[in-house]
């Protein structure tokens, strides 16, 4: 008896210790993998001690690389007087400060600019007062052409400022056009867009004699502006103009850069860009004194109201000399003139810009810019230009 207690105490004896010990192996187990648990998330996960010290080791980087870029800012400020960032001195200061261009870095744009380092495949912007801000290109996914869902501010009232007094003509109050929809014009290398409605407002507007010259640009912008803008994008709308077309045209020749309107001469050999002068024909429209010659035509900041026409012009007290900024061209040269467009369909990309902006179906419309066109010895054309079949002018005063 006493025997087989001792065998039965020693049995459990035993039989004790090995359970004790599979316990004390198991919860050893649980803890070294929660240990293991613990320090790889510590390692590796959202907020780890690894994923910190890569972000901040990238945010040191990116700031090296945005002090590098204001130094050459400011360096190239330095060199203008005017205060202004020149292409060619950005590029001196970045050799200095970054490296070698094409090599170790990328100078996009002619102001605002944008710098891609090739070595991080980084890029900064560079706007207008020389800040930079990191630079997201969003040209992989907006194409020339792509329809967007832009809505403007609702306008219930009708626009009241194309009367006779301003326009030259009685034109009614006119409101806002629902039905126009709106695609990309231009993707901007500061991350924004421009867009251009798919067709010209419905409603006709007519401008008339000096009185439509003088206010014609203004009217033209500011209708757009109230009618068409939102204001909580941003977005401040304003009339097309031939600076929006020129931009787009391409350049024929290289070493004078000119484009192909630059070249037009008139049927009696009147020619772009060159003055002339009247002796005998000598009035003209007060707000051509304002301009300065080509550059200022499609600017206006202010709105004049005349009570009749003779208010509106003047009369040379000597000889009327007038510089021809008019130009001209058939739709078909118009066309086969248009620079590339980066368009979702290749197919189209020649000739987005000439549907964009002179061919939507409607056979004429006003652009808000003035003109002056010296197409006789005796006396010259002021007005205001537009489209007419693909591309054209209108003469509406002399």
Do not use: H
Not at 43 to 58: F, H, Q, W, Y
Not at 92 to 105: A, R
Not at 291 to 298: G, R, T, V
């Amino acid at each position: 008896m006493v025997k087989l207690d001792f065998l039965r105490n020693t049995k459990e004896k035993i039989k004790c210790e090995n359970g004790v010990t599979l316990i004390a192996l198991i919860i050893t187990i649980i803890v070294l993998l929660i240990l293991a648990r613990v320090t790889i998330t510590t390692l590796t996960g959202d907020n780890s001690i690894l994923t910190r010290a890569i972000e901040a080791k990238e945010n040191t980087e990116i700031g090296e690389e945005i002090e590098k870029i204001e130094l050459s800012v400011q360096g190239a400020l330095a060199k203008d007087k005017g205060g202004t960032i020149i292409e060619k001195n950005l590029e001196d200061e970045l050799n200095t400060y970054v490296g070698e261009k094409n090599i170790d870095y990328q100078l996009n744009g002619t102001g605002p600019f944008v710098v891609k380092y090739l070595n991080s495949q980084r890029s900064y912007f560079i706007d207008k007062n020389g800040n930079v801000n990191e630079y997201t290109d969003i040209s992989e996914n907006l194409k020339i052409g792509d329809y967007v869902n832009y809505n403007p501010d609702n306008v219930d009232q009708a626009y009241d400022k194309f009367g006779e007094t301003y326009s030259g003509y009685a034109n009614e109050n006119i409101g806002q056009d629902d039905n126009l929809q709106w695609r990309i014009l231009n993707v901007n290398v500061d991350g924004t867009i421009d867009l251009i409605s798919d067709k010209p407002t419905s409603t006709e507007v007519y401008l008339q004699g000096a009185r439509g010259y003088n206010n014609g640009v203004y009217l033209l912008n500011d209708y757009c502006k109230i009618m068409y803008s939102n204001n909580s994008l941003g977005s401040e709308a304003r009339s097309l103009n031939i600076e929006d077309i020129e931009e787009k045209m391409k350049i024929l020749d290289e070493e004078t850069q000119k484009k192909i309107y630059e070249n037009y001469t008139s049927d009696i050999g009147t020619v772009y860009g060159t003055s002339y002068t009247y002796s005998t024909n000598k009035w003209y429209p007060l707000q051509w004194k304002k301009d300065n010659s080509i550059i200022n035509e499609s600017e206006q900041t202010m709105l004049t109201e005349y009570k009749t026409e003779n208010d509106a012009v003047a009369q040379e007290n000597n000889v009327l000399r007038v510089t021809q900024t008019y130009w001209y061209l058939e739709a078909n040269d118009m066309q086969s003139n248009f620079i590339s467009a980066d368009t979702r369909d290749a197919s189209k990309s020649n000739s987005m810009y000439y549907e964009l902006l002179c061919n939507n179906g409607i056979s004429s419309y006003w652009l808000a810019s003035r003109f002056v066109n010296a197409n006789d010895l005796d006396f010259a054309n002021f007005g205001i230009r537009n489209i007419r079949e693909g591309f054209s002018r209108r003469y509406y005063t002399y």
